[in-house]
């Protein structure tokens, strides 16, 4: 049987983090063929998986083709000037490390000799330690990390595929060979530091602790010779040529993104039901910085006054942003909906507030939200999934008897794709005086533990305040319940 999963069906598969795995193939316990990894080298290093029983196999079946396909599509490799240097990089890693493996035969060669010719365990010992000694002091103290097994396993993948590891939170993130870091970053999930994104700013700067990169774009900001000596680059014009690590935080509060001021356009203007989907596109070289859960303040003209909206995308869609304006905003709805306005610029300031993912909890998730209050929630959810934080994500979406929302659509596209995504309909009768007792009656009946798990929700007030009785008394903690008011 040769099955080939990603990484992180792998994970789900045999129960363990994404990094686990990610651990065992750099140290060469688990091989992977171009980033998949083979059923049968799995079940050698997991042996007790049950394959039988699990009904994802039958559905890795069904996902196998596409997976190799998007590989084959989204990875295309590096180009030429990058695949030169990427295969520099490694015959000079592999060079070091057949001289550390050559050492190693010579030490072992030179010991069987001693053993042979020694007559007594005191002659052995004595014997030994002059050259014991010697070898511990000439070989680096890599050899023992780096050894050229975990090297020729990983051969491949680097050409195509490296990881960037973040220094202070512990993320990582891949790296296609053609784009830059900060790219790559922000495709994760993972806010770190920058401004221009064209290499002009210089707010981007950041340390490379280990590992190699290489300038990939122009630019203008300079980096002193004393600062490239150190390892300092700007990840809106680098990209990695080996695995890295890196010495850059990630915004995770408000607090450590500043307000900014852009003019985007109107990339589209979608009505769905009562609500019109708008996405705006930021210019190349002033994206907005922002957590996925925050909102931004839309002016149209400076004359009308101001809106605040979720910003209903993930920072993860790089340079696009998505609001949702509800009919009750006459002027906005009818602004963006007249094709004169399709080429005026838009305003926007932020990002504003504190409803943010806590990266850091290792919780399930639970969203709950009824169609006019998705915007609140839909970068939260996007980010989780981008970031894999969370083993499992449930959404539990209310909606009014025969009123379809048109994201339901979107759910179970979601629920189909990704394994740990469920999607639960809640069909809420207007005329029951407590529809959100019904709701959570539903929740209640399909989650096992629910103080295993951080809640986002974004109701109305009040029945937030019931929401928050109802969790409190379940022994859920107050930090885990991410309640969001509607605007
Ligand atoms: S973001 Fe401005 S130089 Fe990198």
Known sequence: MTQLLTLSKAAR????????????????????????????????????????DNTMLEHVNSIKRKAVAKLVEDHKGPAPGIFVRKLDALQERLFSELENNQTMVKLLKLINRTLQNSESNQD???????????????????????????????????????????????????????????????????????????????????????????????????????????????????????????????????????????????????????????????????RLRFLAGQTIEISINSRSKSIRLPIASCPCEQGTLQIHINDHYREFCGYFIDPQNQHVPVSIKGPFGNNVLNLNSGNSLIFMASHQHFSHIKGLIEQAMALEISEQIDLFWMTEKNQNSPFENNFRAWADAIDNFHFHPIAIDIDNSEPLMTALTSVESAIEHLPNHDFYCCLDDNELQTLRTFLHGRGVAHAQMHLIPAL
């Not at 994404?18 to 042996?47: A, C, H, M, W």
């Not at 920058?194 to 980096?223: A, E, F, M, P, W």
């Open 13 to 52: 598969l045999v129960g363990v983090k994404r990094n686990t795995l990610q651990q065992k193939i750099r140290e060469g316990e688990l091989s992977t063929f171009e980033g998949l990894l083979d059923i049968n080298e799995l079940l050698r290093v997991y042996p007790e998986t049950q394959v039988e």
């Open 124 to 286: 052995t010992i004595t014997s030994l330690k002059p050259i014991l000694k010697n070898f511990f002091s000439q070989t680096p103290s890599t050899t023992n990390n780096n050894d050229l097994h975990s090297l020729l396993n990983h051969l491949p993948l680097e050409v195509f595929i490296n990881y960037a590891r973040l220094s202070h939170s512990g993320h990582e993130f891949s790296l296609d060979p053609n784009e830059t870091i900060l790219e790559a970053a922000l495709r994760a999930g993972l806010s770190i530091p920058y401004g221009c994104n064209d290499g002009s700013c210089g707010r981007c700067k950041c340390k490379v602790n280990t590992g190699l990169t290489r300038q990939i774009r122009h630019q203008s900001h300079r980096l002193s010779e004393d600062e490239l000596k150190q390892g300092y680059i700007l990840p809106c014009a680098w990209t990695s040529l080996t695995d890295i690590e890196l010495d850059a935080a990630i915004a995770q509060t408000n607090a450590d993104i500043e307000e900014q001021a852009i003019k985007c356009h109107i990339k589209s203007v979608i009505k769905q039901r009562e609500l019109l989907v708008v996405t705006l596109k930021t210019p190349a070289s002033q």
